[in-house]
């Protein structure tokens, strides 16, 4: 089993910054690949960014050119800097660990979720 703990989030107003962080503890050798999800009322959940194991990064359009994902392997933890935050932005964020990038990609099986961070912007 793996634990994913997020902080950092909460409201800021548009065109500011946050900084969310997901500690990882467990089994986390057998889930390399981590990433972030959000999810608005009355959406899906949907795909922000995703970071390998190398280091390698992808990102959702909607995001890309504002949004930083990071890892420091040594303390299991993954980070999302977000800047120049949207009201758009506004949604749960949800911090997810998998055996590779492309199981995140593609919702696939054998993803290990967080409980979710309020992330809210104001215009």
């Known amino acids: 089993q793996v634990q994913l703990v997020e902080s950092g989030g909460g409201l800021v107003q548009a065109g500011g910054s946050l900084r969310l962080s997901c500690a990882a503890s467990?089994?986390?050798?057998?889930?390399?690949?981590m990433g972030w999800f959000r999810q608005a009322p009355g959406k899906q959940r949907e795909l922000v960014a995703v970071?390998?194991?190398?280091?390698?990064?992808y990102y959702a359009d909607s995001v890309e050119g504002r949004f930083t994902i990071s890892r420091d392997n040594a303390k299991n933890t993954v980070y999302l800097q977000m800047n120049s935050l949207k009201p758009e932005d506004t949604a749960v964020y949800y911090c997810?660990?998998?055996?590779?990038?492309?199981?995140?990609?593609?919702?696939?099986?054998?993803?290990?979720w967080g409980q979710g961070t309020q992330v809210t912007v104001s215009s």
């Open positions: 997810a660990a998998a055996g590779s990038a492309s199981v995140l990609r593609s919702l696939g099986r054998g993803i290990y």
């Open positions: 467990g089994r986390t050798f057998s889930t390399p690949a």
């Open positions: 970071i390998s194991s190398g280091g390698s990064t």
